[in-house]
């Protein structure tokens, strides 16, 4: 069983920057992703970006493409996804998932593990 924790939300103000913290316990495998979905109020879950421990590639959603980037920690088992320039429309439940697979997808239903989800609120 793989436990998934989320850290890093907040409230912040339009423009400013916020780095959220995924770490995944439990993994029995090199080959897996660690990937961040997001759910605004009234919507549904969406693709934010991904990050593949087996060959380190990294997948962004071109909606946060240039203000949203993701990298692995120096802790094993952790990605941080570092948001810059937030909008209001950025505001939803960010959520970290975990998956055996080699490479990102994006997909909801490929994801077996979540995290119970980390509020960001961007006001205006």
């Known amino acids: 069983q793989v436990h998934v924790t989320e850290s890093g939300g907040g409230l912040v103000q339009a423009g400013e920057s916020l780095t959220l913290s995924c770490l995944a316990f439990g993994t029995t495998s090199r080959r897996f992703v660690m990937t961040w979905f997001r759910q605004p109020p009234g919507r549904e879950r969406e693709f934010v970006a991904g990050f593949s421990w087996s060959d380190g590639s990294m997948h962004v959603a071109d909606s946060v493409k240039g203000r949203f980037f993701i990298s692995r920690d120096g802790v094993r088992n952790t990605v941080n996804l570092q948001m810059y320039s937030l909008k209001p429309e950025d505001t939803a439940v960010y959520y970290c998932?975990?998956?055996?697979?080699?490479?990102?997808?994006?997909?909801?239903?490929?994801?077996?593990?979540w995290g119970r989800g980390t509020q960001v609120t961007v006001s205006s």
């Open positions: 998932a975990v998956d055996y697979n080699e490479f990102v997808r994006t997909a909801v239903d490929e994801y077996d593990y």
